[in-house]
């Protein structure tokens, strides 16, 4: 019966109109992913009416296939202008750009549509293999297993911080302070929102990671003396990457690639998380730790090869469960209700001809994005080629058009505005703004999980103990803590000359 069905969504995948289909939507949504501020939640909610038209399996298919362009498009924006495309891109920043700088522009851009090939080949399988199984794993997630994925989430602010582990537990703090304004999720009492409407719903993620990252880089380009500034003018070294290049990342695309899948399943979570969880580990992984941040590869491939591999990851709970894993994912999850088909667990059986058409889909749409990625990505080059000061009106420009397409709203343009003030500042003052995005990003599903979990142990703090996947998780956050100070990142140090000196 199973692969009676995926052979029937094979044949129906590999037709003319739904491989256009495809190939349109994975193009359409490199270009939203490349443009700061347009989210591939905002192009697929856009395109819903259009599929009106379209049989529900290639209407279906295109709007995932947005869903994967989108996630490797914004990388694209992140490495050559700091700027990142899409909120799963933050993280591709921290490496991605300091390469650009440093004249390897076409390698930065090639890791980053290889890892995200890969990421999302084996979200792919995953997908199309034991998607069932993974679904029931999802249930299993209530209130006290997404606090302590929360509590492990926060324990990347430690490597995150460079210089400074105080400045970073600062950034991290106020992270979770604005992740705190709205209407308190269980008693419903406002929270900080200073008796202003606006923000009884809280702090939009989106408008606050594009003042962050946006504003103070347009603010940077028009300080710079025009004369003295080294610009990327062209793509000189290989975009497509030699064997002996892509052969070491390959644990990491699919270390990166494996969480990816599993916190896109978690409902609630999605790229802009995986891609620091996978920028973590790719860091407590390395031997080389302080090169990360200054335009590492592995710092690069990781982010790229997760959020990819969030795109299969979110849409099992989505198609077997009736439980969106992402934003993206809930308009899908509209799209398919619009066309008539209720998600969950008969949705495999009763629609098996849309639902295994969808999962071919996707494995299909990382090929055309590789395909499509190499052409539109030597095309993003002549951004680099505009003055300074027109890149900055421009990146505000985009900034003030995004932020306001959201929710149609002025005041949101202005809280954009005001998170950039910020995020200039702490640059200035050498705080990091990463682990204020990983506050923010994991403050709400932080505070919700508590205050769920201990009404359910009627205020007992041993329910997060007791619980045994929240006590391995728990666990894992605290070892993470442990290798992330001072003291742990010094003995290792002593340890690794100390082996060189005994070992010549």
Not at 25 to 51: C, D, F, K, Q, R
Not at 253 to 268: C, D, K, Q
Not at 430 to 443: Q, T
Request: aromatic fraction near 8%; charged fraction near 10%; include cysteine.
């Amino acid at each position: 019966m199973i692969v009676d069905n995926i052979l029937l969504g094979l044949s129906s995948v590999f037709t003319g109109y739904n491989m256009l289909a495809v190939a349109a939507g994975t193009g359409l949504g490199l270009v939203v992913g490349a443009m700061p501020g347009l989210s591939a939640t905002m192009a697929i909610a856009l395109l819903v009416p259009v599929t009106f038209v379209m049989p529900p399996e290639t209407g279906i298919s295109m709007l995932a296939s947005i869903y994967m362009g989108a996630m490797y498009g914004g990388s694209i924006a992140a490495i050559l202008v700091r700027t990142p495309g899409t909120p799963a891109a933050a993280a591709t920043i921290m490496d991605g750009y300091p390469m650009a700088q440093k004249g390897e522009a076409g390698r930065a851009l090639g890791i980053s549509l290889t890892a995200s090939f890969f990421g999302g080949l084996i979200s792919s399988v995953f997908l199309l293999t034991i998607a069932p199984v993974l679904g029931g794993i999802a249930v299993m997630f209530g209130p006290v297993e997404l606090f302590s994925v929360a509590v492990l989430g926060m324990t990347i602010i430690g490597s995150l911080s460079q210089g400074s582990a105080i400045k970073g537990l600062l950034a991290g703090a106020i992270g979770l302070l604005f992740s705190t304004v709205g209407m308190d999720s269980i008693t419903g009492i406002p929270r900080f929102t200073l008796g202003n409407i606006n923000l009884f719903s809280g702090i939009p993620f989106t408008v606050a990671l594009i003042g962050l990252f946006s504003i103070p880089q347009a603010i940077r380009l028009i300080e710079r003396d025009e004369g003295a500034v080294e610009r990327i003018n062209s793509i000189t070294d290989r975009i497509l990457l030699p064997w002996k290049e892509i052969r070491p990342l390959i644990p990491t695309f699919i270390r990166s690639g494996l969480i990816g899948v599993f916190t896109g399943i978690i409902p609630g979570t999605g790229g802009d998380t995986a891609c620091w969880f996978a920028y973590n580990e790719a860091k407590r992984f390395s031997d080389d730790k302080e090169s990360f941040g200054k335009g590492n590869p592995y710092g690069l491939a990781a982010p790229e090869a997760a959020n990819n591999a969030v795109v299969g990851g979110a849409l099992i709970p989505t198609i077997s469960l009736g439980i969106p894993g992402s934003s993206s994912t809930a308009v899908l999850l509209g799209g398919l209700m619009i066309h008539g088909i209720m998600p969950g667990p008969t949705l495999m059986t009763e629609y098996a001809g849309v639902t295994y058409t969808l999962l071919w889909a996707i494995l299909l749409s990382n090929f055309f994005m590789l395909a499509e990625g190499i052409v539109f990505t030597k095309a993003c080059i002549f951004v680099t080629r505009i003055s300074n000061r027109i890149l900055s009106v421009a990146i505000v420009v985009l900034c003030v058009i995004g932020s306001f397409a959201i929710n149609n709203s002025f005041f949101e343009v202005g809280l954009m505005f005001a998170f950039g003030i910020l995020g200039y500042f702490m640059d200035k003052l050498k705080i990091p703004v990463a682990p204020l995005v990983v506050g923010l990003i994991l403050g709400r599903m932080l505070d919700v999980s508590l205050h769920q979990s201990l009404l359910m142990s009627q205020g007992s703090w041993m329910i997060f103990l007791t619980n045994p996947i929240s006590a391995v998780l728990l666990t894992i956050a605290f070892f993470s803590l442990i290798q992330s100070t001072p003291m742990y990142t010094r003995w290792r140090t002593s340890r690794k000359k100390s082996r060189e000196k005994n070992n010549p």
